[in-house]
T-cell receptor, first 114, second 113 residues
Framework: GAVVSQHPSWVICKSGTSVKIECRSLDFQATTMFWYRQFPKQSLMLMATSNEGSKATYEQGVEKDKFLINHASLTLSTLTVTSAHPEDSSFYIC??????????FGQGTRLTVV | GQQLNQSPQSMFIQEGEDVSMNCTSSSIFNTWLWYKQDPGEGPVLLIALYKAGELTSNGRLTAQFGITRKDSFLNISASIPSDVGIYFCAGLAGGTSYGKLTFGQGTILTVHP
């Protein structure tokens, strides 16, 4: 299967700081990438669709100014959690889709805001 | 947003037993995908189904794309301890929603040695 690499795998930050998470498709080009948030023992909740070269499309209820998404190239999308607060602590996962439609996921990033 | 109805929510089985889980939807999907997620990791694709009625195997795993395109099941035969994890079904509608998956709630599988 295709490889999607997400970095970092975990991060601890102080309240009020910003954190950037990277998502790279290593062996294929991804016009579209997706960012999810997951709470313990729950399903993945789609936050936004990241489109290369254009603005991200956010799901209802997701603050675009808080979760900044940049998709600068066909292999890289970044999610920046701005002015993080403890309630932003969660597991964030990205995915990238190939032409066949299958989505491949990154390893996830465990964010803890203290 | 829309979710698929996945059942059961959790299963506790003995090693060697077979497992079955399924997903249903009120909407039609063009592609059904089954993923497994280990703790602290991202989901890993197990099986992808592209045609209604399709039955696909991957080792001890077998999945089928329902003929109505509104359901799918996943079977695991002769379970082993490393099968433990959360299994998700996902549907892909296609068209303008390219790559945008709709997920089931997940099935938490526990296998006792």
């Amino acid at each position: 299967g295709a490889v999607v690499s997400q970095h970092p795998s975990w991060v601890i930050c102080k309240s009020g700081t910003s954190v950037k998470i990277e998502c790279r498709s290593l062996d294929f080009q991804a016009t579209t990438m997706f960012w999810y948030r997951q709470f313990p023992k729950q399903s993945l909740m789609l936050m936004a669709t990241s489109n290369e070269g254009s603005k991200a499309t956010y799901e209802q209820g997701v603050e675009k100014d808080k979760f900044l998404i940049n998709h600068a190239s066909l292999t890289l999308s970044t999610l920046t959690v701005t002015s993080a607060h403890p309630e932003d602590s969660s597991f964030y996962i990205c995915s990238a889709s190939r032409a066949g439609g299958e989505a491949f996921f990154g390893q996830g990033t465990r964010l803890t805001v203290v | 947003g829309q979710q698929l109805n996945q059942s059961p929510q959790s299963m506790f089985i003995q090693e060697g037993e077979d497992v079955s889980m399924n997903c249903t939807s009120s909407s039609i999907f063009n592609t059904w995908l089954w993923y497994k997620q280990d703790p602290g990791e991202g989901p890993v694709l197990l099986i992808a189904l592209y045609k209604a009625g399709e039955l696909t195997s991957n080792g001890r795993l077998t999945a089928q794309f329902g003929i109505t395109r509104k359901d799918s099941f996943l079977n695991i035969s002769a379970s082993i301890p490393s099968d433990v994890g959360i299994y998700f079904c996902a549907g892909l509608a296609g068209g303008t929603s390219y790559g945008k998956l709709t997920f089931g709630q997940g099935t938490i599988l526990t296998v006792h040695p």
